[in-house]
């Protein structure tokens, strides 16, 4: 297991960084190596996020002297999103199989967590994120909504939302995977938003949400194809070179937004004081700087 400790700043900081300092503070480029845990822990309301890549073994998650608990989950909470092949996470025993963009809220108190491909030929990717709690809630497999079929017993399905529009260039699919209207948790927010073919914008109107921070991470990026992931104060915006499978971390104070050369799929996850999804400051696209 590999840990990466991010210390938060102030906005007037990054005003003043170069490309490598923007990238060093913010980006986090690997995600997921095979048969390995590679997580990334930022100061910006302590969240962490990282992979799970498990090819030729299972891989169990512990602890870290940064977190100075007995295990993982001792005060915090988890979701897991799998953007790979089918996998299997087992968590105190029991198994819970995540196909491909399948998700789990993990709840607060599960000692042993352990993630496992069904097939090393195509191993799963779990991608994660996790934040500090102060109540367990119960643990939940999120799935997309299959038309005409209830979700199966123990599982639910996640709110999708449809917005933009072709002449815009941003029409998406925001699937909800943890938010209240799906299951509980202590702060933790998190989901997946999938730009149709065509689109390349995110988030418009641009915004901030001075009472939770968030982490972008992009994926279904082809290789030749980027996303330029815009950052900063709204009056003093920056930008960061994004590729395949890698993530960003955007402090409350900062706008997230972006333009892709392609389409993809993003997934983002928020913890902070304020779960409400739609509280946020937004603005203008001419007010932009």
Known sequence: ?????????????????????????????????????????????????GGAMPVKKTLSLGTFKELATDYFLERREMGVINI???????????????????GIYIGMG?????????????????????SP????YPTVKIIKPVEGKTAPEGVKYCVQRHLGTEAGMNKRTINQFIIGDVCESCQLAMGMTELAEGSGWNTLPSHTHERRMEVYMYFEVPDDQAVIHLMGQPQETRHIIMHNEQAVISPSWSIHTGIGT???TFIWGMCGENQTYDDMDNILTKDLK
Do not use: W
Request: hydrophobic share 30%; glycine share 6%; no cysteine.
């Open 1 to 49: 297991m590999k840990f990466d400790v991010r210390y938060a700043n102030h906005p007037d900081d990054s005003k003043r960084y170069d490309t490598a300092e923007l990238r060093k503070k913010y980006l986090i480029e690997k995600l997921f190596e095979e048969d390995e845990i590679l997580l990334t822990y930022s100061h910006q309301d302590r969240i962490i996020a």
């Open 262 to 264: 392609h389409n993809y």
């Open 110 to 130: 599960t000692k042993e967590i352990e993630f496992a491909s069904v097939k090393a030929g195509a191993p799963a990717k779990f991608y994660i994120n996790s």
């Open 133 to 136: 709690a102060h109540k367990t």
């Open 84 to 102: 790979g092949g089918a996998g299997i996470i087992t968590l105190d025993g029991k198994k819970y199989e995540l196909g491909h963009k399948e």
